[in-house]
T-cell receptor, first 113, second 113 residues
Framework: ETGVTQSPTHLIKTRGQQVTLRCSSQ?????VSWYQQALGQGPQFIFQ???????GRGNFPPRFSGLQFPNYSSELNVNALELDDSALYLC????????????FGQGTRLTVV | GESVGLHLPTLSVQEGDNSIINCAYS??????FIWYKQESGKGPQFIID?????DKRQGQRVTVLLNKTVKHLSLQIAATQPGDSAVYFC????????????FGKGTHLIIQP
């Protein structure tokens, strides 16, 4: 186990709704990244938070937003959900944003109906 | 489009044989290449990484080879075991972390008894 925990594990939402996913990073890690993994695909980078600020972002619209808290835990918020947002959302924690030392949680499976 | 990809979606090997999983990349500026293993219902698990100034790196039962001339990465698993059954992803990073990891689509490794 990596020590990165995500909640909830599964979630069903209706199109147009908003959702908040949560991640607790591994002890000693100060950076959190979020990824979206569609079925049968590799994870796609959404954004990264370091010291409570977003310091990197992939090709995702503004309705994907996040927060990082003083204890380094993080939230991913998605507004105006679309059917294509159905995916596994992964959180990865690392120290000072070194990608190769990132440890992933088990993910949150989001289904939009 | 994808900057990192894999040649085969599925690879079937006999238990005890060696497995070789291949990956092609296109971004010459990438500084790190990483292999992840993802079992069903779990997040990606770090296996091994290699820096762009190296050609080969060995771990426990795994070896990663990097050929920068043809932009090719491979993962060799020795004496494949049933527990090796999973989807394997290669990923690339610029090392700085803020742009996240770029993953390929993955290869499903199936172990035949």
């Amino acid at each position: 186990e990596t020590g990165v925990t995500q909640s909830p594990t599964h979630l069903i939402k209706t199109r147009g709704q908003q959702v908040t996913l949560r991640c607790s990073s591994q002890s000693g890690h100060n950076t959190v990244s979020w990824y979206q993994q569609a079925l049968g695909q590799g994870p796609q980078f959404i954004f990264q938070y370091y010291r409570e600020e977003e310091n990197g972002r992939g090709n995702f619209p503004p309705r994907f937003s996040g927060l990082q808290f003083p204890n380094y835990s993080s939230e991913l918020n998605v507004n105006a959900l679309e059917l294509d947002d159905s995916a596994l959302y992964l959180c990865a924690s690392s120290w000072t944003g070194i990608s190769t030392e990132a440890f992933f949680g088990q993910g949150t499976r989001l289904t939009v109906v | 489009g994808e900057s990192v990809g894999l040649h085969l979606p599925t690879l079937s090997v006999q238990e005890g044989d060696n497995s070789i999983i291949n990956c092609a990349y296109s971004n010459s500026a990438s500084d790190y290449f990483i292999w992840y293993k993802q079992e069903s219902g779990k997040g990606p698990q770090f296996i091994i990484d290699i820096r762009s100034n190296m050609d080969k790196r060995q771990g426990q039962r795994v070896t990663v080879l990097l050929n920068k001339t043809v932009k090719h990465l491979s993962l060799q698993i020795a004496a494949t075991q049933p527990g090796d059954s999973a989807v394997y992803f290669c990923a690339e990073s610029d090392g700085g972390g803020a742009d996240g990891l770029t993953f390929g689509k993955g290869t499903h490794l199936i172990i035949q008894p």
